[in-house]
């Protein structure tokens, strides 16, 4: 009877791990799909007379573009979920072309009427966000480093 007992819990165990493992393939498979489709849909980099754009993949489902203007200045878009602005974005501004971002605008969800949730001007915010316009410049000037033509 106990041996009897031991197999069949030896056989339960053996089917949790094969359903474990099925489940965990399955899984790896969707995400690297999702992965795959967001290379696809966002890397690209785009090269005109005013503007020079590139765009890349981060993480599953968002992506960054970098874009240099011909007068000097510098955009950074951010969408760090599913991609354009179904939960949120950034954007952070260098106007000036100093590699200091002079603007960052945070975006809620498309979806929302009003969907502004922070704008901040460093001449009047970098006291009080020293931390977010540090971490923007660092973005800045390393998407500078490697995407200078």
Known sequence: ???EKVYNMGEKLKM???TAAVVGTLLSGVLLAGRSCNKYLNNRVI????????SFATGLAGHVEYTRYFDGSQDVKI???LGHRMFSSELDQDLDGDGKVDRIRKDGSEFKGNRL?????????YDTK???????????QDLMKKHRK
């Open 16 to 18: 949790i791990g094969v």
């Open 47 to 54: 090269d005109k007379p005013a503007y020079h754009t590139v």
């Open 130 to 140: 020293k931390e977010t316009f540090d971490n923007a410049d660092r973005r800045l």
């Open 117 to 125: 949730a922070e704008l901040l001007i460093r001449k009047y915010d």
């Open 1 to 3: 009877m106990l041996k």
């Open 79 to 81: 969408y760090p979920y």
